[in-house]
């Protein structure tokens, strides 16, 4: 999922050791995210769910598309917000949402 998640953020690989990987920009100016591998796979709704935003949605989860997210639905308008629903390449789901103002 490494790959994945660091082109969906525009991060790289920055540590690993075992089943973690560090993603991040590599100078600690942001935020890193840690994924640590189970050997499970999902079997019901995500522990955890990400909103990426971005100011061109189609695009953004076209660009997804091409790093191995599937789509699921979308777009979907409520409350004066869009998103698209896609999954991560082991099925996890995660929105691209219209930015806010």
């Known amino acids: 999922m490494a790959p ?9 690989e920055v540590a690993a050791a075992g089943q973690y990987v ?3 920009t590599g ?5 890193e995210m840690i994924l640590q591998g189970v050997a499970e796979p999902k079997a019901a709704k995500n522990r955890m769910h990400l909103d990426l935003h971005a ?3 189609e695009a953004e ?7 191995g ?3 699921l639905e979308g777009p979907i308008n409520e409350w004066g917000e869009s998103w698209i629903v896609l999954a991560d390449p082991e099925g996890n789901e995660l929105c691209v949402c219209t930015m806010r103002h």
């Open 4 to 12: 994945f998640w660091a082109g969906a953020l525009g991060y790289k």
């Open 22 to 24: 560090v993603l991040g």
């Open 27 to 31: 100078d600690r100016t942001q935020h």
């Open 55 to 57: 100011a061109d949605i």
């Open 61 to 67: 989860a076209e660009r997804l598309i091409g790093l």
């Open 69 to 71: 997210a599937t789509r």
